[in-house]
């Protein structure tokens, strides 16, 4: 049951990280130093894509905690 509930978790993680809209040059601007990344630089989310990162976090502290738990099982 845990198990089937983790696999439901992780795709739907997968899923909502590919739907955040990418914040930089990716990883080729991190190596180029196009753009200047700034990971802690401040972003207003607004609509769709403030549920998509709440959603995101919510799922990846929901994966965190059923790792540890079925561990412990």
Known sequence: MLNALLMI????LIVLSLL???KSDGISGAFTG????????????RGSEKVISNATM????LF??????????
């Open 58 to 61: 919510i799922l990846g502290i």
């Open 9 to 12: 978790v992780s795709a739907s």
């Open 20 to 22: 955040q809209s990418g």
């Open 34 to 45: 196009n753009g200047g990344l700034n990971l802690f630089q401040n972003t207003k989310e």
């Open 64 to 73: 965190f905690v059923l790792v540890i738990v079925i561990r412990l099982v």
